[in-house]
C-alpha cells in the first residue's frame, strides 16, 4: 500500500481541528467507463469535486484514495497537496461496501473528523461544502453525524399501491404536500468513533442538511454524465 502525504495547502486553518475530505475513486466503471477520469467541461472529472473541497477552508487534509494508477499519476501532477491512498487489492471489488473501504482509509488519516464525498458529484458547490461543515461544527455534539439530502415534494407509492406520504383522498397540489427527504449521497459528515462503533457514516443523530436538487446530480450512467456536463456549463 502506498501513502503519499504532501505539503499543505495554503488556506486558513483551525488548528485545534482536524478534518479530512475522503474522495474514494474506482478505475472501473461498468456503465460510464473511465468516468472518474473522464473530461468533464474541459478536466478530468474527479477535478471539479478535488477543487470543490479545496475551496472550503475548514478542510485541513483532501485524501484520494483509489486504485486507478491513472487518477495516482494525474492527482500527484495537478494536486500535489493531496494525500494519495492506493487502495489495498482486497478492496477493489465493486460489491466491496463503501464502510470498509472508509474505514481502511480512516485508519491511515489523523484527523477529529471526516467529511465523504464522491468525484461523481461534479456540480456540488464549494459553498454548500463550507455550509455544511459550519452547521455540522456549529451544533456537534447535539448532531453526532450530517448527510445531505434531495427535499421531495411529490405524490409517492410503495410496490403495493399504497400512498406513502399523501392522502389519494385529498388531491393536494405538489407544493402543498408535505416534504420528504431522500439521501443524495453528496455529502456525509462524522467522526472516527461513528463509522468504528455503527459501520455506518450516519450516527445515531444525525442532522440533515437540504442541498439544491440540481449540486445532487450524480452520475451514474451515461445520461447522467451528459445532463451533469450540461448542467455544469450552463449553470
Same mark, same amino acid.
Given at each position: 500500500?502506498?501513502?503519499?502525504?504532501?505539503?499543505?495547502?495554503?488556506?486558513?486553518?483551525?488548528?485545534?481541528?482536524?478534518?479530512?475530505?475522503?474522495?474514494?475513486?474506482?478505475? /472501473?466503471? =461498468?456503465?460510464?467507463?473511465?468516468? /472518474?477520469?473522464?473530461?468533464?467541461?474541459?478536466?478530468?472529472?474527479?477535478?471539479?469535486?478535488?477543487?470543490?473541497?479545496?475551496?472550503?477552508?475548514?478542510?485541513?487534509?483532501?485524501?484520494?484514495?483509489?486504485?486507478?494508477?491513472?487518477?495516482? +499519476? @494525474?492527482?500527484?501532477?495537478?494536486?500535489?497537496?493531496?494525500?494519495?491512498?492506493?487502495?489495498?487489492?482486497?478492496?477493489?471489488?465493486?460489491?466491496?461496501?463503501? /464502510?470498509?473501504?472508509?474505514?481502511?482509509?480512516?485508519?491511515?488519516? @489523523?484527523?477529529?473528523?471526516?467529511?465523504?464525498?464522491?468525484?461523481?458529484? &461534479?456540480?456540488?458547490?464549494?459553498?454548500?461544502?463550507?455550509?455544511?461543515? @459550519?452547521?455540522?461544527?456549529? /451544533?456537534?455534539?447535539?448532531?453526532?453525524?450530517?448527510?445531505?439530502?434531495?427535499?421531495?415534494?411529490?405524490?409517492?407509492?410503495?410496490?403495493?399501491?399504497?400512498?406513502?406520504?399523501?392522502?389519494?383522498?385529498?388531491?393536494?397540489?405538489?407544493?402543498?404536500?408535505?416534504?420528504?427527504?431522500?439521501?443524495?449521497?453528496?455529502?456525509?459528515?462524522?467522526?472516527? =468513533?461513528?463509522?468504528?462503533?455503527?459501520?455506518?457514516?450516519?450516527?445515531?443523530? &444525525?442532522?440533515?442538511?437540504?442541498?439544491?436538487? +440540481?449540486?445532487?446530480?450524480?452520475? @451514474?450512467?451515461?445520461?447522467?454524465?451528459?445532463?451533469?456536463?450540461?448542467?455544469?456549463?450552463?449553470?
Amino acid at each position: 500500500m502506498t501513502k503519499t502525504h504532501r505539503q499543505p495547502s495554503t488556506v486558513n486553518r483551525q488548528p485545534y481541528m482536524k478534518l479530512a475530505a475522503l474522495i474514494p475513486m474506482r478505475h /472501473n466503471s =461498468e456503465r460510464v467507463p473511465g468516468k /472518474n477520469y473522464r473530461d468533464f467541461a474541459g478536466k478530468p472529472l474527479y477535478h471539479r469535486v478535488v477543487e470543490a473541497m479545496a475551496a472550503c477552508d475548514a478542510i485541513t487534509e483532501i485524501v484520494i484514495d483509489t486504485d486507478s494508477p491513472v487518477i495516482l +499519476e @494525474d492527482a500527484a501532477k495537478h494536486f500535489p497537496q493531496v494525500t494519495l491512498l492506493e487502495r489495498p487489492e482486497h478492496l477493489r471489488a465493486g460489491e466491496i461496501p463503501m /464502510n470498509d473501504v472508509l474505514l481502511n482509509s480512516i485508519r491511515q488519516i @489523523d484527523a477529529d473528523f471526516f467529511l465523504q464525498t464522491h468525484s461523481t458529484n &461534479p456540480l456540488l458547490s464549494a459553498e454548500s461544502v463550507q455550509r455544511a461543515v @459550519d452547521t455540522f461544527l456549529e /451544533n456537534f455534539p447535539v448532531y453526532d453525524s450530517l448527510f445531505s439530502v434531495t427535499r421531495l415534494q411529490t405524490r409517492l407509492w410503495d410496490s403495493l399501491s399504497r400512498a406513502v406520504n399523501h392522502n389519494p383522498n385529498i388531491l393536494l397540489r405538489t407544493q402543498d404536500l408535505p416534504p420528504i427527504y431522500e439521501e443524495n449521497s453528496c455529502l456525509y459528515l462524522f467522526s472516527e =468513533e461513528i463509522i468504528k462503533r455503527k459501520h455506518n457514516r450516519i450516527g445515531d443523530r &444525525p442532522f440533515m442538511l437540504e442541498i439544491p436538487a +440540481e449540486e445532487a446530480q450524480d452520475i @451514474d450512467v451515461e445520461l447522467d454524465f451528459r445532463i451533469a456536463e450540461f448542467l455544469f456549463e450552463n449553470r
